[in-house]
C-alpha cells in the first residue's frame, strides 16, 4: 500500500466517522465505531522478573503502546515464560515469540561472531562508542549480514541502552594479582569466557538466574553479572563480600531488541518504526534510570549490606588485554570476524581519539570535589 493510498483511506475513515457521528448524535461516538483491538507483541526477556532489566523491557513496552495510541501492545514476559534465557533468538526466528529483550553474546554458542556486538575487545572504546559504531559506523550492517545473510534467521534486530562497563565481579578473598585468579571457578558469558580462560580461571556460562545458587553450592567460586542493581537483585551480597568495579572483560554492550523477521515486515510501516525507533527513545531513559538506580544500589551494598568495593588492580586489567591479544589473532581466522573486527578498530582509532582528547579529566574534577571519595 502506498502512503497516499494510505492517506486517502484514513482520510475516508475520519470523514465517514464524522459523519456518522452526526447522524446518530451521542449515541455512538466516532472512536467507537474505529475501535480496533491491538495487535499484541510478545515479547520475552531473558531476565527474571525481579531484575531491574525486567522494568527497562517494560519501560520500551510503555513507550510503544503510548507512541502507537494502543494499536501496539507489547506483552513483556520474563525469562522462562516462553522458552529459557539463552533460547529467545530460536523463539523469534521460529515464530514462537514476537520479540525479545536480550544480549547478543547469549546466542554466542551458535556463532562467535555475536559476541562482536557485545563482548569484544572494543580496542579502548566504551559502550557509546560501541552502540554508535552499530547506528553510523556500519555495524548495523554487518550485523544484519551475520543473523540474515551468514546464519539464515528470519529476525531483525536494533540496539538500545549503551551499558557501562561491566565490573569484573564477586569474589569471595581480594584477588590482586594474576595469581589469585589461577583456577578459580568463574562465571561469565561469550568472548569473555575465553578471555578468563587464557588468564588461568576455570569459566562456566550460565543465566544470570543461575548464577548465586552455583555460587551457593560450590559449582563456581566467583562470578560478574553486569552491574550493582542486578548483582543485588541476585542476591550476590549474600554469597561474596569483595566487589570488583573496571574491567576489560565486557567494556561494551546494549540490550539486542530482537523481533521475527515475518511478524515486524507484516504490520504497517508505521508501526514497524514505532517498534524500532522506540529503541532509541528507551535507551536514553534505560541510561536514566540505570545512572540513578546502580550508584544508588552501590551505596547500598558498601554500607547496609557490608560489601568491599575495589578497583581491579592494573596487573589484572592488564593482563585482560594481553589476552586479548592473544585472542583477537584466532577470532581473525573467521573471515566474518575479521571483517567486524576490522571496521571497529578503525572507528575506534578515529572516535576514542577524540572523545579522549576532547575529554577533561574526570577524575581530577571529582576528587576536587569530593576528596578521598575515589579508591584510586
Known amino acids: 500500500m502506498t502512503d497516499k493510498t494510505e492517506i486517502s483511506r484514513r ?179 561469550g568472548l569473555a569466557a575465553d578471555l578468563m580462560a587464557k588468564i588461568g580461571m576455570s569459566v562456566a556460562q550460565l543465566p544470570g538466574g543461575e548464577i548465586v545458587p552455583a555460587m551457593e553450592r560450590g559449582v563456581i567460586d566467583a562470578f560478574e553479572f553486569n552491574n550493582p542493581s542486578s548483582d543485588k537483585d541476585f542476591g550476590a551480597q549474600d554469597v561474596a563480600k569483595h566487589y570488583y568495579l573496571s574491567s576489560y572483560h565486557q567494556a561494551s554492550e546494549s540490550f539486542e531488541f530482537l523481533f521475527s523477521k515475518s511478524f515486524y515486515e507484516d504490520l504497517d510501516p508505521d508501526l514497524q518504526a514505532i517498534l524500532k525507533y522506540g529503541v532509541e527513545a528507551v535507551s536514553t531513559a534505560n541510561t536514566a534510570k540505570a545512572m540513578d538506580r546502580y550508584s544508588t544500589d552501590l551505596r547500598w551494598l558498601q554500607e547496609k549490606a557490608g560489601v568491599t568495593v575495589h578497583r581491579t588492580s592494573k596487573e589484572i586489567l592488564d593482563a585482560q588485554l594481553k589476552a586479548w591479544d592473544e585472542l583477537i589473532p584466532e577470532l581473525e581466522k573467521d573471515p566474518f570476524m575479521k571483517k567486524c573486527l576490522d571496521s571497529q578498530r578503525a572507528w575506534v582509532e578515529r572516535v576514542t581519539y577524540y572523545e579522549l582528547m576532547n575529554a577533561p579529566d574526570y577524575a581530577l574534577a571529582y576528587e576536587h570535589y569530593f576528596p578521598g571519595r575515589l579508591a584510586l
Not at 495510541?69 to 534465557?85: E, I, M, Q
Open 11 to 189: 482520510s475516508f475513515l475520519r470523514k465517514t466517522a464524522l459523519a456518522g457521528g452526526a447522524a446518530a448524535g451521542a449515541t455512538l461516538a466516532a472512536p467507537a465505531v474505529l475501535a480496533q483491538a491491538p495487535i499484541v507483541v510478545k515479547m520475552q526477556t531473558s531476565w527474571g522478573a525481579s531484575n531491574i532489566w525486567d522494568e527497562f523491557a517494560k519501560d520500551y513496552a510503555r513507550r510503544v503502546e503510548e507512541m502507537s495510541n494502543g494499536r501496539l501492545k507489547v506483552d513483556v514476559l520474563p525469562a522462562g515464560a516462553v522458552v529459557a534465557a539463552f533460547q529467545v533468538l530460536d523463539a523469534c526466528n521460529d515464530g514462537v515469540l514476537d520479540a525479545a529483550h536480550t544480549v547478543p553474546v547469549y546466542w554466542y554458542g551458535k556463532n562467535k561472531a555475536a559476541s562482536l556486538f557485545g563482548t569484544g575487545p572494543v580496542f579502548g572504546g566504551s559502550a557509546t562508542t560501541m552502540l554508535s559504531w552499530f547506528y553510523a559506523g556500519g555495524g548495523a550492517e554487518l550485523y544484519k549480514e551475520l543473523t540474515q545473510d551468514i546464519m539464515g534467521l528470519d529476525v531483525i534486530g536494533f540496539y538500545g541502552f549503551p551499558m557501562f562497563a561491566q565490573p569484573f565481579g564477586w569474589f569471595k578473598k581480594e584477588v590482586n594479582t594474576v595469581a589469585d585468579l589461577q583456577g578459580l571457578k568463574y562465571r561469565t558469558v
